[in-house]
């Protein structure tokens, strides 16, 4: 039986989630360009119509505002909060009307207050991960077999207990996590395993099982598994410095199955089903907030990688999408067109809002809304 969360609790946990993540990917932005002398003419958590805000004093204007599907950060000389240029940037502006101007910064000074959004994302990941390895340790397990699952491609390719699994596909598995790492995004791919047994090597083609795993609350996810299981883990305790450094492999092991997960729908290995929106998200948010607080702040640090991911992909009205052009600029050694930038910034616009149409359709599909 599968437990059901109330719907006010996807709502709590949506807003729990995203605003302080949405909060602090733009005060990365701001930040960066308070330090580097942009003036910022407006910082909002939220798109359209402004529910709440205020002036400082330096004539920034904080304001929540009533789609809470994103934020940003509007600087002087932008022409809305896509940051695309606005039509006064030219050299007939004086030297007052350009100072504090974001087009008119360094480009690398521009560049590092774009890349600032997304690696303050980052930061939270790895603060989360780390804290966790710092509390709970590292678990270490063996790369050998401990026991077989009832259903088993391994057992089935002809493997036994006690075999070391030491590489798939030539990459090399020190740790039992390795080779989780090496499967799951994998079904029904045949991969050759490298077995230590009896002080001698041999190589084993296995096809990896795919499997559908639903869990306590309905959510099905299609994975691959060999059907192992590992001998009992020892658990470490570890360092500041330690735990940062596994935090970062363990970063790096997402980023790596994102990828993946993006060219397999991209190839058609996966169905675009998969792919997950906003109510997707408030679903899972609410719970993982029933389950407690550890459950939703890993569920956080997930979330802090997937909106940096995002955001680094070379789409205009994204960061990377400018971070595009100024690499663009960089090598021409002088700015892509007014009127080119702005035509790709209104596309890729529009390319984000018809993939957010089509990942909510999606979410409500996947929630029967439609019978």
Same mark, same amino acid.
Request: charged share 20%.
């Given at each position: 039986?599968?437990?059901?969360?109330?719907?006010?609790?996807?709502?709590?946990?949506?807003?729990?989630?995203?605003?302080?993540?949405?909060?602090?990917?733009?005060?990365?932005?701001?930040?960066?360009?308070?330090?580097?002398?942009?003036?910022?003419?407006?910082?909002?958590?939220?798109? /359209?119509? $402004? *529910?709440?805000?205020?002036?400082?004093?330096?004539?920034?204007?904080?304001?929540? +505002?009533?789609?809470?599907? #994103? @934020?940003?950060?509007?600087?002087?000389?932008?022409?809305?909060?896509?940051?695309?240029?606005?039509?006064?940037?030219?050299?007939?502006?004086?030297?007052?009307?350009?100072?504090?101007?974001?087009?008119?910064?360094?480009?690398?000074?521009?560049?590092?207050?774009?890349?600032?959004?997304?690696?303050?994302?980052?930061?939270?990941?790895?603060?989360?991960?780390?804290?966790?390895?710092?509390?709970?340790?590292?678990?270490?397990?063996?790369?050998?077999?401990?026991?077989?699952?009832?259903?088993?491609?391994?057992?089935?390719? /002809?493997? $036994? *207990?006690?075999?070391?699994?030491?590489?798939?596909?030539?990459?090399?598995?020190? +740790?039992?996590?390795?080779? #989780? @790492?090496?499967?799951?995004?994998?079904?029904?791919?045949?991969?050759?395993?490298?077995?230590?047994?009896?002080?001698?090597?041999?190589?084993?083609?296995?096809?990896?099982?795919?499997?559908?795993?639903?869990?306590?609350?309905?959510?099905?996810?299609?994975?691959?598994?060999?059907?192992?299981?590992?001998?009992?883990?020892?658990?470490?305790?570890?360092?500041?410095?330690?735990?940062?450094?596994?935090?970062?492999?363990?970063?790096?092991?997402?980023?790596?199955?994102?990828?993946?997960?993006?060219?397999?729908?991209?190839? /058609?290995?996966?169905?675009?089903?998969?792919?997950?929106?906003?109510?997707?998200?408030?679903?899972? +948010?609410?719970?993982?907030?029933?389950?407690?607080?550890?459950?939703?702040?890993?569920?956080?640090?997930?979330?802090?990688?997937?909106?940096?991911?995002?955001?680094?992909?070379?789409?205009?009205?994204?960061?990377?999408?400018?971070?595009?052009?100024?690499?663009?600029?960089?090598?021409?050694?002088?700015?892509?067109?007014?009127?080119?930038?702005?035509?790709?910034?209104?596309?890729?616009?529009?390319?984000?809002?018809?993939?957010?149409?089509?990942?909510?359709?999606?979410?409500?599909?996947?929630?029967?809304?439609?019978?």
């Amino acid at each position: 039986m599968f437990e059901s969360t109330p719907f006010w609790m996807w709502i709590l946990g949506f807003l729990l989630l995203l605003g302080p993540l949405i909060t602090v990917h733009e005060l990365g932005h701001y930040l960066v360009g308070k330090w580097f002398g942009v003036k910022a003419e407006a910082f909002s958590i939220g798109f /359209g119509k $402004e *529910v709440w805000g205020r002036t400082d004093k330096h004539g920034t204007r904080w304001k929540i +505002s009533a789609l809470p599907l #994103g @934020g940003y950060v509007q600087f002087k000389g932008d022409m809305n909060p896509a940051s695309i240029p606005g039509a006064d940037t030219d050299d007939t502006l004086s030297a007052s009307e350009r100072e504090g101007a974001f087009q008119y910064a360094a480009l690398w000074k521009r560049a590092l207050i774009v890349f600032a959004g997304p690696a303050t994302n980052l930061i939270v990941t790895l603060a989360i991960f780390a804290s966790f390895n710092l509390a709970y340790g590292q678990v270490e397990s063996s790369n050998a077999i401990g026991g077989f699952a009832e259903t088993s491609a391994a057992r089935d390719a /002809g493997m $036994e *207990v006690g075999d070391k699994i030491i590489a798939i596909d030539g990459d090399p598995t020190p +740790s039992f996590q390795d080779i #989780g @790492g090496k499967v799951l995004m994998y079904p029904d791919k045949t991969v050759n395993l490298t077995v230590e047994r009896d002080d001698r090597q041999m190589e084993i083609p296995v096809k990896i099982a795919s499997v559908v795993e639903t869990d306590q609350f309905g959510n099905e996810s299609r994975i691959g598994r060999l059907g192992v299981a590992s001998g009992a883990p020892e658990i470490t305790s570890v360092g500041p410095v330690q735990a940062l450094v596994i935090a970062w492999d363990q970063t790096m092991g997402l980023v790596d199955m994102m990828v993946t997960g993006i060219i397999q729908i991209v190839s /058609g290995d996966r169905s675009v089903k998969e792919l997950g929106g906003p109510i997707k998200i408030a679903k899972y +948010s609410g719970e993982q907030l029933s389950l407690g607080w550890l459950a939703f702040v890993n569920f956080a640090a997930l979330i802090s990688l997937n909106l940096a991911f995002i955001n680094l992909l070379p789409i205009p009205a994204l960061d990377g999408g400018h971070l595009a052009f100024y690499a663009a600029e960089a090598v021409r050694r002088k700015p892509v067109g007014a009127r080119g930038m702005e035509m790709a910034y209104r596309t890729g616009m529009a390319l984000v809002l018809m993939l957010m149409l089509f990942v909510t359709f999606n979410d409500l599909a996947s929630l029967s809304l439609f019978g």
